[in-house]
């Protein structure tokens, strides 16, 4: 187990609720985008459509995936939030996962949208939802790097 999996141990769901194995070889030289966002926040619910239009016209020639981290209060929002979102998502139930990948990632706010790289699981962009929203909307130099 490598990279990004690592992080995870499993507990990944994709958008049919079915779990992915983030060492499965379709994973392997991918950016993983980890979005942490809540239902209840003004301005993730203003950035998820951005973030899902980027994602549907870019993950396939950027070849990235996107992993949902939540910070919403319960598991009903969580699962309404979600069907917004076509990409991955951390399980509900996982919130000492949560709570470790935050620390992990100094998350001090949402919505936060990082970039790391799948073999790895090194830091390739602390600051994508800016890239997105202002600096490269069309992602022509993407993957982004955080100097």
Known sequence: MAGVAKLFDGHILNSSNEEVDLNDAKYQGKVIALYFSAHWCPPCRGFTPTLTEFYKTHAKEKNFEIIFISSDRDERAFNEYCKDMPWLK??????????????????????????????????????????????????????????
């Open 90 to 147: 951390l399980l509900y139930s996982e919130r000492k996962k949560k709570e470790e990948l935050g620390k992990k990632f100094q998350i001090t706010g949402i919505p936060t949208l990082i970039l790391l790289d799948a073999d790895s699981g090194d830091v390739l962009c602390k600051d994508a939802r800016d890239r997105i929203q202002h600096r490269d909307p069309r992602g022509e130099f993407f993957p982004w790097k955080t100097l």
